[in-house]
T-cell receptor, first 113, second 112 residues
Framework: DAKTTQPPSMDCAEGRAANLPCNHS???????VYWYRQIHSQGPQYIIH???NNETNEMASLIITEDRKSSTLILPHATLRDTAVYYC??????????????FGKGTRLSVIA | DAGVIQSPRHEVTEMGQEVTLRCKPI?????LFWYRQTMMRGLELLIY????????DSGMPEDRFSAKMPNASFSTLKIQPSEPRDSAVYFC??????????FGSGTQLSVL
């Protein structure tokens, strides 16, 4: 699986957009970009994933660059409850079977009142 | 659905004792994963099963660790004998082939 690089920590003011970057310069054509987050004392939670088009759901938006070497997770209006560690992961497409997710160290996002 | 259910939520034991962690995956999910999380090493994959069959156990740290999945609705992770360095949060997760992963609340293990 391609490796990812994320900043270890970020701060964001409550109510503002949180933009979390991820570098995956060695991503292969058949690999998706996944984002999960882990709130303190809980298991990781799925947020969003994409292949090459930008994606949006009720939690966040995912912007993937045209060359697919980096992406940004956007929380449009961060709240205190969004304080968590955010993981960016790349893995093969669904057709590649049930390969596991490998978690890096992620970005610790602190939303400040 | 109640989600992935793990038990116990907390376990405190003494070095040398056997520890058994339990997991009930979401009904209908055909893959199950065991992860361990520590401050030093982060979230590590220990083992995973597809259709109740162990696929990759290369993450299991030592022979003291073993995992079973006797049926589609139950899995155990056993440590025998336990050691202080096994202290961690152990997560179980499940999914349908290729879909998003659902995690349980974890078992906080402390080995004294």
């Amino acid at each position: 699986d391609a490796k990812t690089t994320q900043p270890p920590s970020m701060d964001c003011a409550e109510g503002r957009a949180a933009n979390l970057p991820c570098n995956h310069s060695t991503i292969s054509g058949n690999e998706y970009v996944y984002w999960y987050r882990q709130i303190h004392s809980q298991g990781p939670q799925y947020i969003i994933h994409g292949l090459k088009n930008n994606e949006t759901n009720e939690m966040a938006s995912l912007i993937i660059t045209e060359d697919r070497k980096s992406s940004t997770l956007i929380l449009p209006h961060a709240t205190l409850r969004d304080t968590a560690v955010y993981y960016c992961i790349v893995r093969p497409t669904l057709s590649s079977g049930n390969t596991p997710l490998v978690f890096g160290k992620g970005t610790r996002l602190s939303v400040i009142a | 659905d109640a989600g992935v259910i793990q038990s116990p939520r907390h376990e405190v034991t003494e070095m040398g004792q056997e520890v058994t962690l339990r997991c009930k995956p979401i009904s209908g999910h055909n893959s199950l994963f065991w992860y361990r999380q520590t401050m030093m090493r982060g979230l590590e994959l220990l083992i995973y099963f597809n259709n109740n069959v162990p696929i990759d156990d290369s993450g299991m740290p030592e022979d003291r660790f073993s995992a079973k999945m006797p049926n589609a609705s139950f899995s155990t992770l056993k440590i025998q004998p336990s050691e202080p360095r096994d202290s961690a949060v152990y997560f179980c997760a499940s999914r349908i082939r290729g879909e998003k992963l659902f995690f349980g609340s974890g078992t906080q293990l402390s080995v004294l």
